[in-house]
């Protein structure tokens, strides 16, 4: 445990060492989620409530999924996978920490310093540009925590079992964009999965995508009714269930054809 | 100068050849690329389904608008690979440049053809399909002077965002590490250049016409294809100013790169 934290504190000093980046980062979000808000100002036009979503909501949904692109790391990368090819996983399996755990250990502390810098400064940056919803409920406050720790954790374990195809192929680059453009647009980070037709976001429904954004998103909104907010709950805690267990299996099974060579 | 081109052509070349070794793999990144790209039309055509248009433009008519950016900038993309400023800073980071310079071949040249991301092919491939789709279902009404200034156009968009990219890397002579906000203009740039710009706060318009002037590079020329009414009020030559935009693009983004150039110091790696 104390061998975790000490992982999570490293990776976070480090993340916090590239500030220009940090802040550089935070305008392209910024300018990108204009842009986003924008098309869905100019797509409402007139109307007042679309599918149980006013534009209020969309505007503050942008926001939002704009502010968690770093804390989510929505766009995937393949950092895990990379340390497959070029052998230095070889120094990671050594550590006295497991190999996933490890690389937990490594998101989070990344995530933590991105929640703060992109997401809640982002919020108030954003705030100045456009007027959001905020909930008035405690309840729902806490509600909204616990499912973005959730959506967080599917986003982890998603970009891991992506990263884990590494130990098969010797260049995952490919798939890996296909894999995260996929759940780009099946979480609802593109568009609200609320806005689409239903029958997609019936289709999504199947997939673990909409609990990595669009669930705490519904959430903060309040748009659930109890019995659909269970619901959303139970579909990030199956589907969290299934993602750690593929992950688990596939490196036990990836670790054994596992080659480094030396040098 | 036929000189440069000839080597040029050899540069890109031998990218080529490399990057084609393995045909299947090749192919299968091109196809990825085009469905990967696809993604924000599709799901901007999935939200058409409720909300029908966007400021008064029909999806097809949004087709003709996305297909001419994402083919231009895609190509833009595929031709200036070299000066991605993802693969630039590395070069001015490892002093990779310095090796070009002792070279008697123009810098220009040599950074062109240091690198070219053949797979970026597929998102060309998309704009087109886009662009296509685009005009079948709008039916433009093609005279003479359209049909002759749609290729103008594009070559003009590709020049624009080339251009865009080279300063974005010269900016890495002094900061080294690259700037993330340059994506803020290119990738920003194409979805910017994505939507009917009238749906944009009046700052942000503004920034636009006057000092990065994008709203001339594809949404007026679209405008005047589909014989749309324009919402701004610019005079009828609006559409027209495309090639003069272009043409001041370059000649910045050549007189910074040679200034950046003239300034550069080395980091001694």
């Known amino acids: 445990m104390q061998a975790f934290l000490k992982i999570v504190g490293i990776s976070a000093r480090q993340q916090m060492t590239y500030r220009t980046a940090l802040v550089a980062g935070l305008f392209t979000n910024l300018f990108f989620g204009i842009l986003r808000a924008s098309l869905l100002i100019a797509l409402y036009q007139g109307e007042t409530s679309v599918n149980g979503m006013d534009v209020g909501g969309a505007i503050t949904y942008v926001a939002l999924s704009q502010a968690m692109i770093a804390y989510l790391t929505i766009f995937g990368n393949t950092e895990m996978g990379r340390t497959v090819s070029d052998g230095s996983i070889a120094s990671d399996l050594i550590k006295p920490v497991h190999f996933i755990l490890l690389w937990l250990g490594r998101d989070l502390g990344r995530s933590l310093v991105n929640f703060v810098v992109r997401g809640l400064f982002f919020i108030g940056l954003f705030s100045l540009f456009y007027s959001l919803y905020y909930p008035l409920e405690i309840g729902r406050w806490f509600l909204f925590f616990v499912s973005l720790i959730f959506s967080w954790l599917l986003n982890f374990f998603w970009r891991m079992l992506v990263n884990l195809g590494a130990f098969w192929s010797p260049d995952i680059q490919g798939f890996a964009r296909l894999a995260f453009g996929f759940s780009q647009l099946f979480s609802g980070f593109v568009l609200p999965l609320r806005l689409l037709p239903d029958w997609f976001s019936r289709l999504s429904n199947w997939t673990p995508f909409p609990g990595m954004m669009n669930h705490p998103m519904e959430v903060y909104l309040g748009i659930y009714s109890p019995s659909q907010l269970l619901g959303a709950f139970g579909h990030q805690l199956i589907w969290l269930f299934i993602l750690v267990f593929l992950c688990l299996a596939l490196f036990r099974l990836g670790i054994r054809r596992l080659v480094i060579q030396g040098g | ?269």
């Open chain 2, 1 to 269: 100068m036929i000189y440069s081109i000839k080597i040029l052509w050899l540069l890109l070349k031998t990218q080529i050849r490399s990057q084609t070794q393995y045909r299947l793999s090749f192919l299968a990144d091109v196809f990825t690329t085009a469905i990967f790209s696809s993604i924000y039309f599709l799901a901007f055509a999935l939200i058409l389904q409720r909300f029908e248009t966007v400021a008064g433009w029909t999806l097809g008519e949004i087709a003709f608008l996305v297909g001419m950016t994402e083919t231009s900038f895609a190509f833009m993309d595929l031709l200036f690979s070299g000066f991605d400023p993802d693969s630039f800073s590395p070069m001015v980071r490892m002093g990779s440049l310095d090796q070009f310079m002792v070279r008697p071949v123009s810098l220009t040249i040599q950074v062109l053809g240091s690198r070219l991301i053949l797979r970026r092919m597929g998102r060309v491939l998309e704009g087109l399909a886009v662009l296509a789709f685009g005009i079948v279902t709008t039916q433009p009404d093609w005279t003479w002077l359209k049909t002759f200034y749609l290729p103008v156009v594009l070559v003009c968009q590709v020049i624009c965002m080339g251009s865009i990219f080279m300063m974005g890397s010269t900016i890495t002579f002094w900061t080294v590490e690259r700037i993330e906000a340059v994506n803020i203009l290119t990738y920003g740039g194409n979805e910017l250049m994505s939507y009917p710009m009238n749906i944009y706060p009046r700052w942000l318009l503004f920034i636009f016409t006057y000092f990065v002037p994008f709203i001339f590079v594809n949404f007026y020329p679209t405008l005047y294809f589909l014989d749309k009414p324009d919402p701004l009020n610019f005079p009828v030559f609006a559409p027209f100013l495309t090639p003069l935009v272009a043409i001041g693009m370059a000649l910045a983004a050549y007189w910074f790169w040679g200034y950046g150039l003239r300034h550069y110091q080395s980091t001694g790696t």
